[in-house]
C-alpha cells in the first residue's frame, strides 16, 4: 500500500518552546490529510482535516493557534505545536489520502514529551 | 454522538489459539465500520472493513461482521499467530468513506509461541 512517514518518531523539548512536526506521502499525492491526537489508552482523536493549499479546518475543542497545520504541497503537512507545555505530550498521528480508493494511510505517530 | 468502545488489553492468547477483540459503536444512521491494526514501529493499516449491515469484512484470516441490530462489528480470527501481535483499533465513520474516522482506545494483542 501507499506510504506515509512522520519526522520525528520521538522529540523531547523543554516547556514554551515550539516543535514541528512532519507528515509526508512518500509515494502518492495526498490531498486531503488528518491529524490526531492519542494519549494512553485512549482514542485517536481527531485535530484536524487539511486539505492541499487550504486553511485546515479544526475540531471543536482544538486550538488553532496553539496546533498550526500547514499543507502547502501534496506531499508535506506539518503541525507545530507552539509554546509547548507538559499537558501537550502526547502522541500525534497523521493520515492521508490521495488515492483513487479514498483509503487512508497512516504515519508511525511522533511522541512528543514536553519538560 | 458518535462513538466507539473496545475491549480493555491487553489480550494474550497461546498460539494457534481463537481470538476475539469486542467492538461496539454508537452512531446515528449507517456509518461504514473498520478494523485497523498498528504493529511495532508502524502507522495503522487497514485490515477489513464493512459499508452496510450484515456485510463481512475479511483479510489475514481475520473476520468482522456488521450487526446493525447489537452495534457490534467483534473481530475474530481462528487461530492466531506470533506475527498478529499488534495493537487493533476499531473504528467507524459517518460521512462515507473514510472521513473523519471515529476510534476506539485500541486493544493489545500478544500471541506467545
Known amino acids: 500500500g501507499a506510504v506515509v512517514s512522520q519526522h520525528p518518531s520521538r522529540v523531547i523539548c523543554k516547556s514554551g518552546t515550539s516543535v514541528k512536526i512532519e507528515c509526508r506521502s512518500l509515494?502518492?499525492?495526498?490531498?486531503?490529510m488528518f491529524w490526531y491526537r492519542q494519549f494512553p489508552k485512549q482514542s485517536l482523536m481527531l485535530m484536524a482535516t487539511?486539505?492541499?493549499?487550504?486553511?485546515?479546518?479544526?475540531e471543536q475543542g482544538v486550538e488553532k493557534d496553539k496546533f498550526l497545520i500547514n499543507h502547502a504541497s501534496l506531499t508535506l503537512s506539518t503541525l507545530t505545536v507552539t509554546s509547548a507545555h507538559p499537558e501537550d505530550s502526547s502522541f500525534y498521528i497523521c493520515?492521508?489520502?490521495?488515492?483513487?480508493?479514498?483509503?487512508?494511510?497512516f504515519g508511525e505517530g511522533s511522541r512528543l514529551t514536553v519538560l | 454522538g458518535n462513538s466507539v468502545t473496545q475491549m480493555e488489553g491487553p489480550v494474550t492468547l497461546s498460539e494457534e489459539a481463537f481470538l476475539t477483540i469486542n467492538c461496539t459503536y454508537t452512531?446515528?444512521?449507517?456509518?461504514?465500520l473498520f478494523w485497523y491494526v498498528q504493529y511495532p514501529g508502524e502507522g495503522l493499516q487497514l485490515l477489513l472493513k464493512?459499508?452496510?449491515?450484515?456485510d463481512k469484512g475479511s483479510n489475514k484470516g481475520f473476520e468482522a461482521t456488521y450487526r446493525k441490530e447489537t452495534t457490534s462489528f467483534h473481530l475474530e480470527k481462528g487461530s492466531v499467530q506470533v506475527s498478529d501481535s499488534a495493537v487493533y483499533f476499531c473504528?467507524?465513520?459517518?460521512?462515507?468513506?473514510?472521513?473523519?474516522?471515529?476510534f476506539g482506545a485500541g486493544t493489545r494483542l500478544a500471541v506467545h509461541p
Open positions: 493520515s492521508a489520502t490521495g488515492t483513487s480508493t479514498g483509503e487512508l494511510f
Open positions: 509515494d502518492f499525492q495526498a490531498t486531503t
Open positions: 487539511s486539505n492541499e493549499g487550504s486553511k485546515a479546518t479544526y
Open positions: 452512531a446515528t444512521g449507517y456509518p461504514s
Open positions: 464493512a459499508t452496510k449491515a450484515d
Open positions: 473504528a467507524l465513520s459517518d460521512q462515507g468513506g473514510y472521513n473523519k474516522l471515529i
